[in-house]
């Protein structure tokens, strides 16, 4: 355990000081932040509801989102390859570290730095929910807060099994990108998923990306039933 501590400290030090790298992937995902809030809002501009949602919570999810990505996403998939491809992997199996928990360790350095950068929009987004008149119940907040470090381990899970893909491929960029493109599209990065024709909505509900991505947020905006959840 206190090598697990150790290891976060070192990671969030180390993304203090290459914390120029933190702040573009942020600017990349803000990117998205505003490109698909203003198509869907362009397509609801005459007023009234977009299955189900309103223009203001269009806005509440997409932000909510972005802060979720950012902070509880995972990306070991490139860390790992890499550590394959340099022989690095090899260093950590001949010591007494387990590999894949100093991974996690690693991951939670990183989250706390990117928390610090965002607690501005944090709170912002916080007051918009608020004042907005969508502040969620208390069964709501529990109800997410409660998904997230599970869903957490999940995304870090399917991120090291592409990154341990590098022990059978020696080039992983091309999985990688594979694996990002498939995680925007069934994650609810690009919409709500009320907002994706029917048949699609199978596919986007059955899967473990949903489940990391959009289903949390759900929850949060009061569009997930007891049953669902619980299912």
Known sequence: MN???ATIKISFQRA?????TTVVWILFGFVWLLLWPLMWLAILRS???LSGYTAIEIILYFILLFLQLQIFNSHVEDSISTDVRDGELTLYLLRPVNYLRYEW???????LHRMLLLSPFIVGAVALLFFSHHWPSLWQWLGYFTLLLPLTFLRFLLSASVGLL???FTEMGGWIHFFWIVESLLAGELSPPEF???A??????????YLVGAFPLRVLLG???VVEYLI
């Open 3 to 5: 090598l697990f501590w």
């Open 16 to 20: 203090l000081a290459y914390r120029a």
């Open 47 to 49: 007023g009234g509801t």
């Open 105 to 111: 360790g690693t991951e939670w350095g990183s989250r």
């Open 166 to 168: 590098s022990l059978w």
């Open 196 to 198: 994706m024709p029917v």
């Open 200 to 209: 699609w909505q199978w596919f986007i509900f059955h899967n473990p990306f």
């Open 223 to 225: 569009k997930v039933g």
